[in-house]
C-alpha cells in the first residue's frame, strides 16, 4: 500500500453550491507549490466525506484538511473525534464561521497553515436531541435563527453568505412568534418566552454574525445568548447590531456561560448545529474539553 503523507485533503464537492469541487484543482496546486506532501480524496455524500475522513486518520494522516464550509467541518469533526489526527480547514463553503474562527479565513492563509502547522486541542460539544446525538464545533441554534435556516435552505437564489442569511430573516420574521422556552445552564434555570436561543463554541455563524462574540474554542467554557420576545419591528432594528457583537448590552439578551445546557420548547422547535439540522427539542449540550486537535492560525482570535 502507498504510504499515506502526512496531510489528507477531503473535498466536499457540493459544498459552497459546487464552488469547492471547482476547487480541488486549484488547492492541489497550492498546496505542491507550497511544499506540502498530500492527498486528495473527493466525497460523494456526507456519509461518504465522514468514512473518508476518518480512514485517512486511520490509514495515518497526521492532518485531515477538509475543503467545504462549516457543515463539511462538522461532518470531519465528527468522524475525527478519538482518532488523534488533527482537523484543518480549506474555506470553500457558503459559511466559513469555523474557518474565520481559526484564522483560516482565505483559502491561502489555510493552505499557508499546512506548511509549518500550529495544532491546538480545542473544545467539541456533545449535542443530545431526542434519540439524536451529534458533536459540533462552533454554533447551534434553536428558535428564530433555526427557522431562518430553514428558509435558507429552501431558497432557490443565492446572495453570497451573508446575504442569503439576511433574505432569510427578511422573509421568517414576518410568520415567526416567540416559544415559551426553559433554559438550564449547569445549575442556574430560566424560564422565559424567547426568539431564540444560541449555544456554541465559537463566535460567529450566519456568515459573520457574531452572536457569542466573547466565546473561544479551547476555554472549557460553552458561551448562550438567549434573545428575549420582543416585537418584530424592534428585533429588525436591533439585529444589524449583531454583526459587531453589541447585541449583548440590548435589554432583551442574556449572556450565560456553563459546561452543560438543557434547552426545552413549549412547541417544536428545530436545533441546528454547524448550520446543519439535528432534530427538535429538546437538547442537551455537553462541553467536551480539549477533545479535537485542530490546525489554528498564529492570530486566530477565538483561541486562548
Not at 87 to 97: I, K, Q, R, S
Amino acid at each position: 500500500m502507498t504510504p499515506v503523507p502526512d496531510v489528507v485533503v477531503v473535498a466536499n464537492p457540493t459544498a459552497g453550491h459546487g464552488r469547492s469541487g471547482s476547487m480541488v484543482g486549484k488547492v492541489a496546486g497550492m498546496l505542491r507549490e507550497a511544499g506540502v506532501a498530500h492527498q486528495i480524496r473527493v466525497s460523494t455524500s456526507a456519509e461518504d466525506l465522514g468514512r473518508l475522513a476518518r480512514e485517512a486518520a486511520e490509514q495515518g494522516a497526521r492532518i485531515v484538511a477538509v475543503l467545504g464550509g462549516d457543515g463539511t467541518v462538522h461532518l470531519a469533526a465528527n468522524a475525527l473525534l478519538g482518532t488523534g489526527a488533527a482537523l484543518a480547514v480549506l474555506p470553500a463553503g457558503t459559511g466559513d464561521d469555523f474557518a474565520v474562527s481559526v484564522a483560516a479565513r482565505k483559502l491561502s492563509d489555510a493552505v499557508e497553515l499546512l506548511v509549518d502547522p500550529k495544532i491546538v486541542p480545542i473544545d467539541v460539544v456533545k449535542l443530545t436531541c431526542g434519540a439524536e446525538t451529534r458533536h459540533y464545533v462552533n454554533i447551534a441554534g434553536a428558535g428564530f435563527d433555526s427557522d431562518v435556516n430553514e428558509t435558507a435552505n429552501g431558497m432557490t437564489v443565492r446572495l453570497g453568505n451573508t446575504g442569503t442569511y439576511i433574505a432569510a430573516v427578511i422573509r421568517t420574521l414576518p410568520k415567526f412568534e416567540p416559544a415559551r422556552f426553559s433554559i438550564t445552564v449547569d445549575e442556574e434555570q430560566l424560564d422565559l418566552e424567547a426568539m431564540l436561543v444560541v449555544v456554541g463554541n465559537a463566535p460567529a455563524y450566519g456568515g459573520g454574525m457574531r452572536v457569542l462574540p466573547a466565546a473561544l474554542v479551547n476555554d472549557g467554557l460553552l458561551d448562550v445568548c438567549v434573545v428575549t420576545a420582543l416585537s418584530k419591528p424592534a428585533f429588525l432594528k436591533a439585529f444589524p447590531r449583531v454583526f459587531r457583537g453589541t447585541h449583548t448590552l440590548h435589554p432583551n439578551v442574556i449572556m450565560l456561560r456553563g459546561t452543560h445546557v438543557r434547552v426545552e420548547s413549549d412547541r417544536r422547535v428545530q436545533v441546528y448545529a454547524d448550520g446543519e439540522r439535528i432534530g427538535p427539542l429538546p437538547a442537551v449540550h455537553e462541553l467536551i474539553p480539549a477533545a479535537l486537535p485542530v490546525v489554528v492560525g498564529p492570530d486566530a482570535k477565538a483561541v486562548r
